[in-house]
């Protein structure tokens, strides 16, 4: 692959709603461009670029992946990522080391649930954009109700940069709104376009509409302003000038048109994007901090710069290893050397670096600012981590993935092989950090927790994939708690005369409620030494040991309650650390029998961000579910539901959620506290856990 400087290179995320086209799209540019010889098809199975099984199974993305389009004498790191929601973190890992992002659309659909969601995670990191309206070879496409749609979700940014000529199976070209000039393709290869004068029946609307874009490029900048309003006609040049600016500064999101699949409008829509997306160096310094420190490091994207790169992407293959995909940002990475990870304060061996085309990787020799590129095997970096020069170290900011919306237990299909589970998922787990799982210490399940249901079933799939190993998944246990709600004196007594020398241990204890979240409180109130001073340590001990199944309802931990040793008596032979012990649970067990015992459990703070239609609908369903509104509050088109909800129903809400909205809501849930659960539904768990205690 030739090398680039800096200001040739083009760092562009795509992304859209599931199925807009962006990886056919990302195969039409690397043929177009004569990056790939043969044209790579996502439906029958030979996309460059899903390349994964599970990819090739799903006909869909999975995994962010970059195809490296050399056009114009530039690169386009054209980073396709998924559409599917639950795959998220790949999306939001790409916007990440993305200079500009370019928003595809379906010509028939227009903005659906999923282009919604991307724009909000477009926003946080406020990234320039492109849009392009693309299938639109499709029965019924529409370029203009495309637009409206666009128009009305993303606002009066939106400026048509090009009109089709033709729409549905008569799409044959494009109009270039800054050049006036028609694109028109005649032959299935998508290789031969002629450039043509406007069609007549569409120049009006050709005049209108660049009417418009011109607009927004000579308000982005004075010179070309005071041109415009001095009435010169601005040369194409000029408009391409001034829209690069403007999309710089956000204030424009030019609408494109094209057939992925039919390779129609492809070169220039490459041609946009060399031209108005913006290079590294037009994007400028990058801002981190030094290690340790709250000090702010800038580092400008030159050669001569300290190293500075961030690791977006990591995969994780049982054969080849793990391989981990960064971004440079300033300074030279090589091959064969040694690099600082600065986030870890750990030098890892750097073999080959290469290039990624899909699965291919092409080796280079170094990689500089501004460019993507992978290595192989290194020992503990993971994605967020910022390579550095070891001497002008510097931390660049970690990427913020969203916090998972489903937990599942994993159970493995055939006895003894949770070992192998562990080491899939934490091998899994290094690939992608929107998964997560932990060995819950209660119930001694293991709890995986994801973006969804598909997340969560492929990630199944590829513990049997890769590590051989056929799971099982449920919904996790529900971590009740019990406690006391009266204050009581109990006593324990424990006597055993058998043969030898007999044990005997005798307290009274003062047990009472503390509030929820306390835990546990001992307390010595012993006067005279009716309990010898030896023995008190024990008496503690046995009450310690006894709380994690200690409840008297179902055999939940026990929590939040206070027990006082205040009197007992003693044997001079017989009393033993372990009769005292003995004793003291003996009273625990009584006291809680005594002491109306209540069954607790965990509630979530749970905020869900949905359109405003759907509110009330989400309110609906939390008083359903036992829920107490806290709040709400507007975020642009959108309101945020505060509320506290019990876990037990908030298992399955990503499902629920999706359903309400058609997949137009988000949620994040935090635990908050535990609470007592009302007398029915107590009385249901009890019955089942108890069942289950006796089946075992
Ligand atoms: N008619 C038509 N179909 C297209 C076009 N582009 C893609 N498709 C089809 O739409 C489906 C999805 O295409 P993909 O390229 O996988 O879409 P994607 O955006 O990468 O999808 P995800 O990765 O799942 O988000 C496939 O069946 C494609 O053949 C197009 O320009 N016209
Ligand atoms: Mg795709």
Same mark, same amino acid.
């Given at each position: ?57 799903? +006909? ?49 659909? !227009?903005?659906? @649930? ?53 729409? =549905? ?69 000029? &408009? ?25 409008? &492809? ?9 108005? #997306? ?38 994780? $293959?049982?054969?080849?290893?793990? &391989?981990?995909?960064?971004? @440079? ?6 091959? $064969? ?28 020799? *170094? ?6 590129? =992978? ?8 994605? !967020? ?29 055939? +006895? =003894? ?34 973006? !969804? ?55 009274? &204890? ?52 206070? #027990? ?12 033993? *650390? ?13 006291? #809680? ?13 749970? $905020? ?43 298992? +399955? ?22 609470? *007592? ?20």
């Amino acid at each position: 692959m030739k090398k680039y400087t800096v200001d040739q290179l083009r760092n562009l995320a795509v992304v859209s709603h599931g199925g807009a086209g962006k990886t056919t799209l990302a195969e039409a540019m690397l043929y177009l461009s004569g990056g790939v010889d043969r044209l790579g098809k996502v439906d029958d199975g030979t996309s460059t670029m899903d390349y994964d099984p599970d990819e090739v199974k799903r +006909k869909s993305s999975i995994n962010a992946s970059v195809a490296p389009v050399e056009w114009n004498n530039h690169k386009i790191n054209f980073i396709d990522t998924p559409g599917y929601s639950d795959f998220v973190g790949d999306v939001v890992g790409a916007l990440r080391v993305a200079d500009s992002v370019m928003v595809l659309v379906d010509a028939v659909s !227009g903005v659906e @649930v999923g282009t919604e969601l991307m724009w909000r995670r477009i926003e946080e990191y406020d990234l320039p954009r492109m849009l392009v309206v693309n299938r639109m070879d499709r029965e019924n496409a529409n370029f203009f109700k495309a637009v409206e749609s666009l128009t009305e979700f993303f606002g009066n940014r939106v400026a048509v940069a090009q009109i089709p000529v033709g729409e =549905g199976d008569k799409f044959r070209g494009v109009i270039d709104l800054s050049s006036m000039k028609a694109y028109m393709w005649d032959d299935a290869s998508g290789k031969n376009y002629s450039e043509v004068e406007i069609p007549a029946d569409l120049l009006e609307t050709a005049e209108e509409y660049r009417e418009k874009l011109v607009e927004f490029a000579a308000e982005s900048d004075e010179e070309l302003l005071n041109k415009y309003f001095e009435g010169e006609t601005l040369t194409q040049k000029d &408009i391409e000038a001034g829209l690069e600016k403007a999309l710089l500064s956000r204030s424009v999101y030019p609408v494109f048109c094209a057939s992925g699949l039919k390779l129609t409008g &492809i070169q220039p829509l490459m041609d946009a994007i060399v031209s108005l #997306c913006p290079s590294p160096v037009s994007v400028g310094a990058v801002k981190g901090t030094a290690p340790g420190s709250e000090d702010v490091v800038e580092r400008k994207p030159e050669e001569t710069e300290p190293l500075s790169a961030l690791v977006f992407k990591t995969m994780a $293959d049982p054969y080849v290893g793990k &391989i981990t995909m960064f971004r @440079v940002y300033s300074g030279i990475v090589k091959s $064969d050397s040694q690099v600082y990870n600065a986030s870890r304060d750990r030098t890892e061996r750097f073999g080959q670096i290469f290039m990624t085309k899909g699965k291919q990787q092409v080796p280079v020799s *170094e990689v500089g600012p501004g460019d993507i590129a =992978g290595v192989a095997k290194l020992a503990e970096t993971t994605t !967020g981590d910022t390579l550095a020069d070891k001497d002008n170290p510097m931390i660049l900011p970690r990427i913020d993935f969203p916090s998972s919306v489903l937990s599942m237990a994993v159970r493995p299909k055939s +006895k =003894g092989d949770e070992d192998k589970i562990g080491q899939g998922l934490t091998r899994l787990m290094e690939e992608d950090p929107t998964l997560k799982f932990d060995k819950d210490a209660e119930s001694s399940e293991l709890v995986v927790s994801g973006m !969804g249901e598909v997340h969560l079933d492929i990630m199944a799939d590829r513990l049997k994939r890769k590590f051989g190993v056929e799971v099982v998944l449920e919904e996790p246990k529900i971590p009740y708690r019990e406690t006391i709600k009266n204050t009581v004196n109990v006593e324990g007594r424990h006597k055993k005369q058998t043969g030898g020398r007999g044990q005997f241990g005798h307290v009274w &204890i003062e047990m009472s409620p503390l509030p929820s979240g306390t835990g546990f409180e001992f307390e010595d109130k012993v006067f005279g030494g009716a309990v010898p001073r030896q023995f008190i340590p024990a008496v503690e001990k046995g009450l310690r040991e006894a709380l994690p199944a200690g409840g008297v309802l179902a055999g939940f931990p026990l929590v939040d309650l206070k #027990c006082s040793l205040y009197d007992g008596s003693s044997h001079p032979v017989d009393s033993s *650390e372990m009769a005292f012990k003995i004793a003291a649970q003996l009273a625990l067990k009584k006291g #809680c029998t005594e002491a109306t015992p209540i069954l607790l459990e965990p509630i979530l703070k749970v $905020d869900v961000t949905v359109p405003e239609e759907f509110m009330g609908d989400v309110m609906g369903d939390f008083n359903k579910k036992r829920g107490r509104i806290l709040g709400m509050e507007p975020e642009g088109r959108y309101q945020i539901v505060r509320a506290l909800v019990p876990m037990s129903e908030m298992a +399955k809400y990503s499902i629920d959620l999706r359903a309400m909205t058609g997949g137009r809501g988000m949620f994040t849930t935090e635990f908050s506290h535990y609470e *007592e659960v009302p007398g029915s539904i107590a009385t249901k768990i009890i019955e089942e856990a108890n069942k289950e205690k006796e089946a075992q």
